[in-house]
T-cell receptor, first 114, second 114 residues
């Protein structure tokens, strides 16, 4: 299993541009999440999904859209990039009963918005 | 989800036990205590979790006080590779909409020294 994969690894955008960060998992996990991590800070939840067709907002959803058309994929869209969205973005997936659930994280996408 | 309080940083000598404390005084009966760590620039990695009883796995031990208001993560023989930020997270599982959400605090930066 590849686990959780994210593309691209690095991206530079200009203010106002849009892009999609890709996330895929091959573990048949129902639950997937997107986090961002600013320098020297902890992770903050952007959006999450409890299954295909179901998404919800996390702590910092503004400026981002998500959709979950398949179990495997959970893309994150930046609608109009702003310098404040410069961050490292992590995708995660999880499965199992809530009591046993652990989350598996991808390697991250480093985004710079100029 | 209950909030947690962790010291911002700790040092530990290589080969010695590292004891990382976490306060979660407002934890409810349904909430589990999870520990994750993040080694520089990588995605977070699951370590261990528990509800009431002490837990041990190949990575660490988790000691939860009887009143569940605090816990301690123990790395029995710390190595240089254990240098990382350690996050203590409490999370309830009531309802499927909560599953998959992790709220990260600032964590404890553990520096293992030779």
């Amino acid at each position: 299993n590849a686990g959780v994969t994210q593309t691209p690894k690095f991206q530079v955008l200009k203010t106002g541009q849009s892009m999609t960060l890709q996330c895929a998992q091959d573990m048949n996990h129902e639950y997937m999440s997107w986090y961002r991590q600013d320098p020297g800070m902890g992770l903050r939840l952007i959006h999450y999904s409890v299954g295909a067709g179901i998404t919800d907002q996390g702590e910092v959803p503004n400026g981002y859209n998500v959709s979950r058309s398949t179990t495997e994929d959970f893309p994150l869209r930046l609608l109009s990039a702003a310098p404040s969205q410069t961050s490292v973005y992590f995708c995660a997936s999880s499965s199992g009963t809530p009591e046993q659930e652990t989350q598996y994280f991808g390697p991250g996408t480093r985004l710079l918005v100029l | 989800d209950a909030k947690t309080t962790q010291p911002p940083s700790m040092d530990c000598a290589e080969g010695r036990a590292a004891n990382l404390p976490c306060n979660h005084s407002t934890i409810s009966g349904n909430e589990y205590v999870y520990w994750y760590r993040q080694i520089h620039s990588q995605g977070p990695q699951y370590i261990i979790h528990g509800l009431k009883n002490n837990e041990t796995n190949e990575m660490a031990s988790l000691i939860i006080t009887e009143d569940r208001k605090s816990s301690t993560l123990i790395l029995p023989h710390a190595t240089l590779r254990d240098t990382a930020v350690y996050y203590c997270i409490v999370r309830d599982y009531l309802g499927s909409s909560n599953t998959g959400k992790l709220i990260f605090g600032q964590g404890t930066t553990l520096q293992v020294k030779p």
